[in-house]
T-cell receptor, first 115, second 111 residues
Framework: EPEVTQTPSHQVTQMGQEVILRCVPI?????FYWYRQILGQKVEFLVS????????KSEIFDDQFSVERPDGSNFTLKIRSTKLEDSAMYFC?????????????FGDGTRLSIL | KQEVTQIPAALSVPEGENLVLNCSFT??????LQWFRQDPGKGLTSLLL?????REQTSGRLNASLDKSSGRSTLYIAASQPGDSATYLC??????????FGAGTRLFVKA
Protein backbone atom coordinates (compact mmCIF):
# COMPACT_ATOMS: atom_id res chain seq x y z
CA GLU A 1 0.00 0.00 0.00
CA PRO A 2 1.37 3.47 -0.88
CA GLU A 3 2.54 5.49 2.07
CA VAL A 4 3.75 8.93 3.06
CA THR A 5 7.45 8.97 3.87
CA GLN A 6 9.24 11.55 5.99
CA THR A 7 12.93 12.26 6.43
CA PRO A 8 14.82 12.47 8.65
CA SER A 9 13.17 10.48 11.41
CA HIS A 10 15.03 12.56 14.02
CA GLN A 11 16.63 15.97 13.60
CA VAL A 12 18.70 17.67 16.26
CA THR A 13 19.41 21.37 15.67
CA GLN A 14 20.89 24.25 17.59
CA MET A 15 18.52 27.05 18.52
CA GLY A 16 18.54 29.80 15.91
CA GLN A 17 19.42 27.47 13.05
CA GLU A 18 17.23 26.77 10.06
CA VAL A 19 15.81 23.30 9.54
CA ILE A 20 14.06 21.67 6.58
CA LEU A 21 11.78 18.70 7.10
CA ARG A 22 11.05 16.59 4.07
CA CYS A 23 8.05 14.58 3.02
CA VAL A 24 7.18 12.46 0.01
CA PRO A 25 3.38 12.29 -0.20
CA ILE A 26 1.48 9.49 -1.90
CA UNK A 27 2.08 9.95 -5.60
CA UNK A 28 -1.41 10.72 -6.92
CA UNK A 29 -2.48 12.85 -3.96
CA UNK A 30 -3.23 16.54 -4.43
CA UNK A 31 -3.64 17.95 -0.93
CA PHE A 32 -0.75 18.18 1.50
CA TYR A 33 -0.57 19.03 5.18
CA TRP A 34 1.84 19.61 8.03
CA TYR A 35 0.96 19.00 11.66
CA ARG A 36 2.95 19.07 14.84
CA GLN A 37 2.61 17.27 18.14
CA ILE A 38 4.46 18.61 21.16
CA LEU A 39 5.24 15.79 23.59
CA GLY A 40 2.15 14.88 25.58
CA GLN A 41 -0.10 17.31 23.71
CA LYS A 42 -2.64 17.21 20.91
CA VAL A 43 -1.82 16.97 17.25
CA GLU A 44 -2.05 20.54 15.91
CA PHE A 45 -2.77 21.64 12.35
CA LEU A 46 -0.10 23.88 10.84
CA VAL A 47 -0.83 24.31 7.15
CA SER A 48 -2.56 22.85 4.13
CA UNK A 49 -1.25 23.13 0.58
CA UNK A 50 -3.03 22.65 -2.71
CA UNK A 51 -2.32 23.63 -6.30
CA UNK A 52 1.09 25.01 -5.35
CA UNK A 53 -0.17 27.40 -2.74
CA UNK A 54 -1.18 27.51 0.90
CA UNK A 55 -4.91 26.90 1.19
CA UNK A 56 -5.17 27.40 4.94
CA LYS A 57 -2.83 27.94 7.88
CA SER A 58 -3.16 28.08 11.64
CA GLU A 59 -2.06 30.85 13.95
CA ILE A 60 0.98 28.72 14.79
CA PHE A 61 2.20 28.98 11.20
CA ASP A 62 3.81 32.41 11.39
CA ASP A 63 6.58 34.00 9.33
CA GLN A 64 9.09 31.59 10.83
CA PHE A 65 7.54 28.78 8.81
CA SER A 66 7.30 28.15 5.09
CA VAL A 67 6.29 25.25 2.86
CA GLU A 68 7.32 24.34 -0.62
CA ARG A 69 6.74 21.68 -3.21
CA PRO A 70 10.00 22.07 -5.13
CA ASP A 71 9.35 19.24 -7.57
CA GLY A 72 6.61 16.76 -8.35
CA SER A 73 7.29 14.52 -5.40
CA ASN A 74 8.67 16.36 -2.37
CA PHE A 75 6.85 18.59 0.10
CA THR A 76 8.98 20.47 2.59
CA LEU A 77 8.51 22.44 5.79
CA LYS A 78 11.18 25.02 6.57
CA ILE A 79 11.55 26.52 10.00
CA ARG A 80 13.79 29.60 10.13
CA SER A 81 15.63 30.58 13.28
CA THR A 82 14.38 27.69 15.39
CA LYS A 83 13.34 28.17 19.00
CA LEU A 84 13.31 25.74 21.91
CA GLU A 85 9.51 25.57 21.74
CA ASP A 86 9.69 24.27 18.17
CA SER A 87 10.77 20.91 19.60
CA ALA A 88 8.02 18.51 18.61
CA MET A 89 7.04 15.68 16.33
CA TYR A 90 6.17 17.00 12.87
CA PHE A 91 3.80 14.98 10.72
CA CYS A 92 3.18 15.29 7.02
CA UNK A 93 -0.10 14.08 5.54
CA UNK A 94 -1.59 13.86 2.08
CA UNK A 95 -5.04 13.31 0.64
CA UNK A 96 -6.38 12.35 -2.74
CA UNK A 97 -8.37 14.70 -4.92
CA UNK A 98 -11.87 14.28 -6.25
CA UNK A 99 -14.33 14.08 -3.41
CA UNK A 100 -13.35 16.22 -0.45
CA UNK A 101 -14.05 13.26 1.76
CA UNK A 102 -10.93 11.28 1.09
CA UNK A 103 -9.04 10.31 4.26
CA UNK A 104 -5.73 11.89 5.15
CA UNK A 105 -2.73 9.56 5.21
CA PHE A 106 0.08 10.37 7.61
CA GLY A 107 3.79 9.73 7.63
CA ASP A 108 5.64 8.41 10.67
CA GLY A 109 6.86 11.90 11.53
CA THR A 110 10.12 13.71 12.15
CA ARG A 111 11.12 14.25 15.75
CA LEU A 112 12.69 17.71 15.94
CA SER A 113 14.85 18.47 18.96
CA ILE A 114 16.09 22.02 19.43
CA LEU A 115 19.06 22.43 21.77
CA LYS B 1 -13.72 28.06 17.67
CA GLN B 2 -13.95 24.32 17.15
CA GLU B 3 -12.85 22.19 20.09
CA VAL B 4 -12.67 18.41 20.17
CA THR B 5 -12.84 16.43 23.39
CA GLN B 6 -12.30 12.72 23.89
CA ILE B 7 -13.49 10.67 26.82
CA PRO B 8 -12.12 8.69 28.55
CA ALA B 9 -8.50 9.83 28.46
CA ALA B 10 -7.37 6.28 29.20
CA LEU B 11 -9.03 2.89 29.27
CA SER B 12 -7.86 -0.56 30.32
CA VAL B 13 -9.98 -3.58 29.42
CA PRO B 14 -9.53 -7.38 29.37
CA GLU B 15 -9.15 -9.07 26.03
CA GLY B 16 -12.43 -9.91 24.32
CA GLU B 17 -14.40 -7.01 25.73
CA ASN B 18 -16.43 -4.70 23.53
CA LEU B 19 -15.73 -1.04 24.14
CA VAL B 20 -16.79 2.45 23.14
CA LEU B 21 -14.64 5.53 22.77
CA ASN B 22 -16.29 8.92 22.76
CA CYS B 23 -15.57 12.11 20.87
CA SER B 24 -17.43 15.41 21.10
CA PHE B 25 -17.02 18.63 19.16
CA THR B 26 -18.38 22.09 19.81
CA UNK B 27 -19.26 23.29 16.31
CA UNK B 28 -21.56 21.01 14.31
CA UNK B 29 -20.55 22.64 11.01
CA UNK B 30 -18.03 19.96 10.10
CA UNK B 31 -17.07 18.53 6.75
CA UNK B 32 -16.14 15.09 8.04
CA LEU B 33 -14.80 13.25 11.06
CA GLN B 34 -11.90 10.83 11.00
CA TRP B 35 -10.74 8.29 13.59
CA PHE B 36 -7.04 7.48 13.79
CA ARG B 37 -4.87 5.09 15.68
CA GLN B 38 -1.45 6.18 16.93
CA ASP B 39 1.13 3.72 18.19
CA PRO B 40 3.97 5.02 20.42
CA GLY B 41 6.57 6.89 18.40
CA LYS B 42 4.67 6.35 15.17
CA GLY B 43 2.46 8.28 12.85
CA LEU B 44 -1.30 8.20 12.60
CA THR B 45 -3.12 5.38 10.89
CA SER B 46 -6.51 6.24 9.46
CA LEU B 47 -9.23 3.88 10.71
CA LEU B 48 -12.52 5.33 9.54
CA LEU B 49 -13.78 8.52 7.95
CA UNK B 50 -17.41 9.59 8.29
CA UNK B 51 -18.79 12.26 6.00
CA UNK B 52 -20.99 14.91 7.57
CA UNK B 53 -24.01 13.43 5.77
CA UNK B 54 -23.38 9.92 7.08
CA ARG B 55 -24.44 8.32 10.36
CA GLU B 56 -21.90 5.52 10.60
CA GLN B 57 -19.03 3.66 8.99
CA THR B 58 -17.81 0.13 9.60
CA SER B 59 -14.50 -1.62 9.01
CA GLY B 60 -14.01 -5.09 10.40
CA ARG B 61 -14.39 -4.96 14.18
CA LEU B 62 -14.66 -1.17 14.16
CA ASN B 63 -17.81 0.88 13.88
CA ALA B 64 -17.91 4.65 14.06
CA SER B 65 -21.07 6.67 14.43
CA LEU B 66 -21.71 10.36 13.97
CA ASP B 67 -24.46 12.54 15.39
CA LYS B 68 -23.59 15.91 13.94
CA SER B 69 -26.47 17.81 15.51
CA SER B 70 -25.39 16.85 19.02
CA GLY B 71 -21.69 17.12 18.22
CA ARG B 72 -20.81 13.52 19.05
CA SER B 73 -19.08 10.52 17.56
CA THR B 74 -18.35 7.11 19.00
CA LEU B 75 -15.88 4.45 18.00
CA TYR B 76 -17.02 0.96 18.87
CA ILE B 77 -14.41 -1.80 19.00
CA ALA B 78 -15.77 -5.34 19.13
CA ALA B 79 -13.95 -8.27 20.72
CA SER B 80 -10.89 -6.25 21.68
CA GLN B 81 -7.42 -7.79 21.29
CA PRO B 82 -4.03 -6.90 22.81
CA GLY B 83 -2.98 -5.65 19.37
CA ASP B 84 -5.66 -2.97 19.65
CA SER B 85 -3.63 -1.27 22.39
CA ALA B 86 -2.81 2.22 21.11
CA THR B 87 -4.00 5.82 21.35
CA TYR B 88 -7.17 6.53 19.38
CA LEU B 89 -7.61 10.03 18.00
CA CYS B 90 -10.71 11.72 16.75
CA UNK B 91 -10.31 14.59 14.27
CA UNK B 92 -12.88 16.88 12.66
CA UNK B 93 -12.36 18.71 9.43
CA UNK B 94 -13.86 22.19 9.40
CA UNK B 95 -15.49 23.70 6.34
CA UNK B 96 -12.07 24.71 5.06
CA UNK B 97 -8.91 22.64 5.09
CA UNK B 98 -8.16 22.71 8.81
CA UNK B 99 -8.43 19.51 10.87
CA UNK B 100 -8.84 19.74 14.65
CA PHE B 101 -7.76 16.82 16.80
CA GLY B 102 -8.85 15.59 20.19
CA ALA B 103 -6.29 14.64 22.81
CA GLY B 104 -6.97 10.95 22.30
CA THR B 105 -7.95 7.93 24.36
CA ARG B 106 -5.10 5.62 25.42
CA LEU B 107 -6.39 2.07 25.21
CA PHE B 108 -4.72 -0.90 26.87
CA VAL B 109 -6.13 -4.36 26.22
CA LYS B 110 -4.90 -6.95 28.70
CA ALA B 111 -4.25 -10.50 27.52
Amino acid sequence: EPEVTQTPSHQVTQMGQEVILRCVPISNHLYFYWYRQILGQKVEFLVSFYNNEISEKSEIFDDQFSVERPDGSNFTLKIRSTKLEDSAMYFCASRGGGSGNQPQHFGDGTRLSIL
Amino acid sequence: KQEVTQIPAALSVPEGENLVLNCSFTDSAIYNLQWFRQDPGKGLTSLLLIQSSQREQTSGRLNASLDKSSGRSTLYIAASQPGDSATYLCAVRTGGFKTIFGAGTRLFVKA
